[in-house]
């Protein structure tokens, strides 16, 4: 019944190319002229059915790859018939080689490369004018291996490619197959291209020479430390195929998911270095811009050969940064990375709001489709120990230009040492996002549950925000402002009207700096103030008698109970702890969640209590797996 329908849906297509004309004619006639069109559709239709209802299904697949190989004024394929092939084949199960050749083919045309089978029909080529797949067949439809061979390099064999067709996985292989031939996606000939190519291997030599420059060792966790820290990130060169890739930043929430649920957490911020086309021509390197030895600057960086001593070549293209996935922007920004650059994007930004951006990047679109025409949007942040909060953004107050920006998806540039700037303005805005994608959940405030803290936040000056803040058991408002100096400084400032302790700043700024997230912080200060608040006083029976049969002048102070922080298991909120309750500023204590006492408790001194710490919370995990809860 299934092959009787896609045949006749075939066959429909077929006769739609080659009647191509007459059918058109039949639906531009105008319905005064036709009183009967619909009629006469029904009686095309049904003609077609029976025509092809009796068709064999081999006899079918040949006439679709007839009508595809057939010689056509225009170039583009029939679009009919390719919708319909893809219909088929989707539906087919791949289990033979034919089979296999088949929709190998159809990915090859839907991508623009060719395609051809080896003489013995064991191999299957995907050919480009710079590269090639070949892929190597067993009988029954198998796949023994998947080799790449890029422009005068030896073919390798492609682990990943490999992977997903033999588990079947075509649009996954079509996505990969994208990212390979993104390194050559500019226009020109073959000389152009191959030139492009080879600046590309330049720009990845002067990049790796880069990474590799000797430096202190910041976090203990040095995976981590390479991403925060290093020059230019965690840079993973081009190999089997895949473009050279660079990850700028990771939050905390996203190390403490992979610690406990490896591979199910967040890479963090990633940019693919590809090439890009352009309308104007820019000069590239051919070789590299670095001295050899290297020489260094005062910051640690090499020292580039001047423009002049390089030899370069003008090309119709620029280098990219492909941000993945992309990043919310303050144009302020975006006007310093063109003027780092010099290269304006050729593609027109759609300036919005940053939290707008931030919101939409970090909500659902059917929940931002119901959040779009609020003013103000209101959220509720769930805390590990159950500790619920609210946080509302101003709509209006948002719309200043300080905070409005664009989503930028790449960032062109054309010399080895705009990476390393680009980047750490990347970093500094991905820090600020961080912090307000903290506030922002997939669960809109709701009537009905009792909130710990009810939070505003408000933009301030340039990099600075505030969360004004009322705590249960007082009438007065309180506000946190937090400052984003940089990628790696953050400070924070709490005014109120009874502070009791000059060192909570500095307190409140390492825990921020540390995990990264707003709610949490709060949670710290809560605490914090509540531990720094002289005892309840305690009545004798007899007045808390008198006090509950109704004295109105006098209520008890109930103690503040101190929640053990627990992280669930099913780390629905993976954020790291921060310190519950007071202790020296010199010291901090780990405790493990959900397990029993730990003896011999770490009271080392802090290796850096400066506010303006390296901004994770890695640094005293070193000699232990499990996250801490004090710092």
């Known amino acids: 019944m299934i092959v009787s329908h896609w045949q006749k849906l075939m066959g429909h297509c077929l006769d739609s190319c080659t009647t191509q004309n007459s059918y058109k004619t039949l639906e531009n006639t105008p319905p005064r002229t036709l009183p009967h069109r619909n009629v006469m559709k029904k009686t095309y239709m049904s003609d077609l059915y029976s025509k092809y209802a009796e068709k064999p299904w081999s006899e079918t697949f040949q006439l679709v790859r007839r009508c595809m190989d057939k010689t056509r ?3 583009k394929p029939c679009d009919p018939v390719m919708r319909c092939q893809q219909k088929l084949n989707e539906a087919l199960n791949v289990a033979s080689v034919n089979a296999m050749m088949t929709r190998l083919e159809m990915i090859a045309k839907q991508k623009g490369l060719g395609s051809h ?3 013995t029909e064991t191999a299957c080529y995907l050919t480009a004018d710079l590269f090639y797949l070949e892929v190597l067949l067993l009988p029954g439809g198998g796949v023994q291996d998947v080799k790449v061979a890029q422009h005068g390099e030896a073919p390798e064999s492609n682990s990943a490619l490999c992977q997903l067709l033999r588990m079947k996985k075509f649009k996954e292989f079509s996505v990969k197959l994208d990212d390979l031939a993104s390194l050559y996606n500019i226009p020109g000939d073959s000389d152009t291209k191959i030139k492009v190519y080879a600046s590309l291997q330049h720009l990845q030599k002067d990049i790796l020479k ?5 430096r202190r060792l910041i976090e203990s966790d040095v995976h981590v430390d390479m991403v925060l820290n290093g020059r230019i990130g965690n840079f993973v060169p081009c190999r089997e195929g895949n473009p050279m890739s660079i990850q700028y930043y990771i939050r905390p929430s996203d190390v403490l ?3 406990f ?4 957490g967040s890479r963090g911020q990633v940019a693919m270095v590809v090439v890009g086309a352009s309308s104007t021509t820019h000069m590239l390197q051919m070789e ?3 001295l050899t030895p290297p020489q260094f600057d005062s910051l640690g960086f090499p020292v580039f050969r001047p423009m002049s001593e390089v030899k370069t070549e003008s090309l119709p293209a620029f280098f990219l940064l492909k941000l993945q996935p992309p990043v919310p922007t303050l144009n302020s920004f975006i006007q310093q990375m063109n003027q780092i650059t010099d290269v304006t994007p050729e593609a027109d930004l759609q300036v919005e709001p940053l939290f707008q951006l931030i919101k939409q990047l970090s909500l659902t679109e059917k929940t931002c489709e119901s959040m779009c025409d609020e003013e103000a949007s209101h959220f509720h942040v ?3 120990d159950a500790e619920l909060h609210s946080y509302v953004f101003g709509g209006a107050e948002w719309k200043c230009d300080l905070w409005k920006g664009a989503l930028i998806h790449a960032v062109p540039f054309t010399h080895p040492a705009h990476v390393p700037a680009l980047l750490e303005l990347l970093r500094h805005q991905s820090v600020i996002n961080a912090l307000l994608a903290s506030c922002i959940t997939r669960h809109e405030q709701q009537p009905g549950p009792t909130y710990e803290l009810n939070c505003e936040v408000l933009p301030e000056s340039a990099f600075s925000f505030s969360v004004t803040f009322s ?8 506000v946190l402002l937090v400052s984003v100096l940089d990628c790696r400084q953050v400070k924070c400032r709490l005014l109120m009207a009874d502070l009791v302790d000059p060192s909570l700043d500095d307190y409140i700024s390492r825990v921020l700096t540390r995990c990264m997230s707003i709610p949490i912080t709060m949670r710290a200060i809560r605490r914090r103030i509540a531990s720094l608040r002289p005892p309840a006083p305690q009545f004798p029976e007899p007045v808390c008698a008198l006090m509950a049969e109704g004295s109105p002048s006098v209520a008890p102070h109930s103690a503040v109970e101190s929640f053990p922080v627990t992280l669930p298991t099913a780390l629905l909120s993976p954020e790291p702890m921060e310190e519950d309750g007071p202790s020296p500023p010199s010291h901090y204590v780990m405790s493990v969640a959900a397990a029993p006492a730990v003896d011999g408790a770490n009271t080392d001194a802090v290796a850096n209590p400066s506010p303006c710490a390296s901004m994770s919370v890695y640094s005293h995990w070193g000699t232990s797996s499990l996250p801490a809860e004090l710092i």
Request: charged fraction near 20%.
């Open 73 to 75: 004024t225009d170039p």
């Open 117 to 119: 089978r080896s003489p």
């Open 210 to 214: 880069i990474s590799n420059l000797p």
């Open 257 to 259: 998911m992979e610690m």
């Open 261 to 264: 649920c490896p591979g199910e």
């Open 288 to 290: 590299s811009h670095i």
């Open 382 to 384: 769930t805390l590990p």
């Open 471 to 478: 705590l249960l058991d007082s009438d007065s408002l309180a």
